[in-house]
C-alpha cells in the first residue's frame, strides 16, 4: 500500500521567513516517484516538481528547494524569503507500480505567509 | 496551450438529487483523471482512463457514481442520486503519458460540489 503523511497541517510564517514542509512516504516499491503540488485559493493544483527515486540529488529552483532522502522515506520542501504570494496549500504526492501507478496524496499543509 | 477545462465550477444540489460535471483534457493528451477532494484531504483518485477505457475505478462508489469519455477526448461524471458526503471539489486531470509510473498530471480548476 502507498501512503503519504504531512504532518504540518498549518504554518504561519512572516514574509522572508524560509520555512521547510516536510512529507514522508510508505511504499514497497523500489521505483517510484514523488511530486510536490501548490493549491492556491483558486483551487487549481499547479505541479511544482517530480523526482524519482533513483535520483536522490537535492534541487533548487529559484526560492524552491528539495530535500529527498530514501534512508529517511522523506520529501521535503523547503521555501527561502518566504513572499506572501507562496500562501496555498501544498501537497506531496507518490506514484508507484503497486498503487496502479496512480497518485496518492498527502493530506496536504496550508501555508500562510503574513507581512 | 490551453488548460484543462472543466464545467460548472459550483454546484448546489439537494441530497439525493442528480448532477453532472463536465471535463475536457489537454488537447492529445491520453489519460484523463477524476479525483474527489474533501475539504481538509488531498485529493482521491475516483476514475482513470485510457483513451475510452477505464484504466482504474476501484475507488468509485459504483452504486451512485458513473463516468464516460467519450470518444476519448471530454469525459462526464455523474452522482446519481447524491448524498451530504459527497459534498466536495472534483478534479479533473490529464496527463500525455499512457503507461509508466511517469505521472506528471495537470490539473482543472475543479467543479465545488455542495450537497443540502
Same mark, same amino acid.
Do not use: M
Given at each position: 500500500?502507498?501512503?503519504?503523511?504531512?504532518?504540518?497541517?498549518?504554518?504561519?510564517?512572516?514574509?522572508? #521567513?524560509?520555512?521547510?514542509? $516536510?512529507?514522508?512516504?510508505?511504499?514497497?516499491?523500489?521505483?517510484y516517484?514523488?511530486?510536490?503540488?501548490?493549491?492556491?485559493p483558486?483551487?487549481?493544483?499547479?505541479?511544482?516538481?517530480? *523526482?524519482?527515486?533513483? $535520483?536522490?540529488q537535492? #534541487?533548487?529552483?529559484? *526560492?524552491?528547494?528539495?530535500?529527498?532522502?530514501?534512508? =529517511?522515506?522523506?520529501?521535503?520542501?523547503?521555501?527561502?524569503?518566504?513572499?506572501?504570494? $507562496?500562501?496555498?496549500?501544498y501537497?506531496?504526492?507518490?506514484?508507484? =507500480?503497486?498503487?496502479?501507478?496512480?497518485?496518492?496524496?498527502? =493530506?496536504?499543509t496550508?501555508?500562510k505567509?503574513?507581512? | 496551450?490551453?488548460?484543462?477545462? &472543466?464545467? +460548472?465550477? !459550483?454546484k448546489?444540489?439537494?441530497?439525493?438529487?442528480?448532477?453532472?460535471?463536465?471535463?475536457? +483534457?489537454?488537447?492529445?493528451?491520453?489519460?484523463?483523471?477524476? !479525483?474527489?477532494?474533501?475539504?481538509?484531504?488531498?485529493?482521491?483518485?475516483?476514475i &482513470?482512463? &485510457?483513451?475510452?477505457?477505464?484504466?482504474?475505478?476501484?475507488?468509485?462508489?459504483?452504486?451512485?457514481?458513473?463516468?464516460?469519455?467519450?470518444?476519448?477526448?471530454?469525459?462526464?461524471?455523474?452522482?446519481? +442520486?447524491?448524498?451530504?458526503?459527497?459534498s466536495a471539489?472534483?478534479?479533473?486531470?490529464?496527463?500525455?503519458?499512457?503507461?509508466? !509510473? !511517469?505521472?506528471?498530471?495537470?490539473?482543472? +480548476?475543479?467543479?465545488?460540489?455542495?450537497?443540502?
Amino acid at each position: 500500500a502507498q501512503k503519504v503523511t504531512q504532518a504540518q497541517t498549518e504554518i504561519s510564517v512572516v514574509e522572508k #521567513e524560509d520555512v521547510t514542509l $516536510d512529507c514522508v512516504y510508505e511504499t514497497r516499491d523500489t521505483t517510484y516517484y514523488l511530486f510536490w503540488y501548490k493549491q492556491p485559493p483558486s483551487g487549481e493544483l499547479v505541479f511544482l516538481i517530480r *523526482r524519482n527515486s533513483f $535520483d536522490e540529488q537535492n #534541487e533548487i529552483s529559484g *526560492r524552491y528547494s528539495w530535500n529527498f532522502q530514501k534512508s =529517511t522515506s522523506s520529501f521535503n520542501f523547503t521555501i527561502t524569503a518566504s513572499q506572501v504570494v $507562496d500562501s496555498a496549500v501544498y501537497f506531496c504526492a507518490l506514484s508507484a =507500480t503497486g498503487g496502479g501507478n496512480k497518485l496518492t496524496f498527502g =493530506t496536504g499543509t496550508q501555508l500562510k505567509v503574513e507581512l | 496551450e490551453a488548460g484543462v477545462a &472543466q464545467s +460548472p465550477r !459550483y454546484k448546489i444540489i439537494e441530497k439525493r438529487q442528480s448532477v453532472a460535471f463536465w471535463c475536457n +483534457p489537454i488537447s492529445g493528451h491520453a489519460t484523463l483523471y477524476w !479525483y474527489q477532494q474533501i475539504l481538509g484531504q488531498g485529493p482521491k483518485l475516483l476514475i &482513470q482512463f &485510457q483513451n475510452n477505457g477505464v484504466v482504474d475505478d476501484s475507488q468509485l462508489p459504483k452504486d451512485r457514481f458513473s463516468a464516460e469519455r467519450l470518444k476519448g477526448v471530454d469525459s462526464t461524471l455523474k452522482i446519481q +442520486p447524491a448524498k451530504l458526503e459527497d459534498s466536495a471539489v472534483y478534479l479533473c486531470a490529464s496527463s500525455p503519458r499512457t503507461s509508466g !509510473y !511517469y505521472n506528471e498530471q495537470f490539473f482543472g +480548476p475543479g467543479t465545488r460540489l455542495t450537497v443540502l
